[in-house]
């Protein structure tokens, strides 16, 4: 059986574009609108407006926790942005234990 591997990428600091990466968004850019394929994507018409709703984000509620100095150095090592990686592995916890049948 393979290694897993992780790996995280920061979207504030994404890796520059391989020359070929760079390459085909040229090409891409290059395309004349009717030379793009449409054939595979459902056309949205009045029935799927009608029925769409505005997604509304989970909001955040500020709370008093109690964690170890530790923990909290390793995630405050990481630079800003560590109460939001907190609640990003808290968020991943909770939908790893939840029962695929139970609603979020």
Known sequence: M????????????????TEAEQE???RVDAMPEEAIDYSE???LDAAFWA??????????????LRIKKSVLDAFKAGGRGYQTRINA????YVRATQSPDRER
């Open 89 to 92: 592995v808290l968020e991943s």
């Open 24 to 26: 085909t968004l040229r």
């Open 51 to 64: 029925r769409a709703e505005q997604a509304r984000p989970d909001r955040t509620e500020q709370v008093t």
């Open 41 to 43: 994507i459902p056309e």
């Open 2 to 17: 393979g290694k897993t591997i992780r790996t995280t990428l920061d979207l504030r600091d994404p890796p520059p574009l």
